[in-house]
């Protein structure tokens, strides 16, 4: 579980500084302070817990639910900026009122991540001032994600490449997210029944009319694009 989790945290500070990277300079600075100030502010509650709080809440299936419903909540949001980048043509994006809320939308999973991050830090560095902890792992954060991100878009400078990069982190975050949230009391019964042959046909046959309607649409509206550009 513990291994789980930390491959989470890993996928999420990824997928955040993947984000950070069609963002300008200045907001990355500015999300980097909010997230720095967050573990600041944190630090009291931080310091209040356990091993023992921490390991009953990872195994505690209400908070495995809420911390499901976030992780499918913030990576359909970031889904929904990729897609709309790839389906956007022209040079500027965001151009839409909601392409530009998907665009400015940050990665809200990094807080509860830092959060975890840092009292597993408080728990690692005995015998040092949890106060001492808290500012190194604040100064830390706020050097390291406007760095990081600029990092990446010297190694990526294609926005292309950075927007599928950052489709593909967000579906291993859901991924994984959905894998570890998952409630072990819930037990599938096989049931002995004979195979419904109409069901099953009408159910393949409507995936493959949805398939060619599909198909056929496609074809339609790439023919009327070709032939408003001959006219044209």
Request: charged share 10%; glycine share 4%; net charge neutral.
């Amino acid at each position: 579980m513990e291994v789980m989790i930390d491959v989470l945290l890993m996928l999420i500070v990824l997928n955040g500084v993947l984000k950070l990277t069609f963002w300008p300079w200045w907001g990355r600075v500015v999300y980097a302070v909010v997230v720095a100030g967050f573990v600041l502010w944190s630090n009291s509650y931080a310091m209040l817990q356990s091993k023992e709080q921490i390991a009953t809440w990872i195994h505690d299936a209400k908070t495995m639910q809420s911390l499901a419903v976030l992780v499918t909540m913030d990576s359909t949001v970031c889904l929904s900026c990729c897609l709309a980048y790839l389906n956007h043509e022209g040079p500027v994006f965001p151009v839409t009122l909601m392409q530009r809320l998907l665009h400015a939308y940050p990665c809200f999973l990094m807080f509860p991540a830092v959060f975890y991050m840092q009292t597993q830090l408080l728990f690692t560095n005995v015998g040092v001032d949890f106060g001492t902890t808290a500012v190194m792992l604040a100064a830390g954060v706020a050097l390291l994600l406007p760095l990081a991100s600029a990092a990446v878009c010297r190694l990526l400078p294609q926005s292309e490449d950075r927007v599928e990069s950052h489709l593909l982190m967000t579906t291993l975050v859901c991924v994984v997210g959905l894998l570890l949230t998952q409630d072990g009391r819930i037990v599938y019964q096989a049931q002995e029944q004979s195979t419904d042959w109409l069901s099953l046909a009408l159910t393949s046959g409507l995936f493959v009319l949805l398939i060619a309607m599909g198909y056929i649409s496609h074809r339609v509206v790439s023919h009327l694009k070709n032939n408003k550009s001959v006219w044209n």
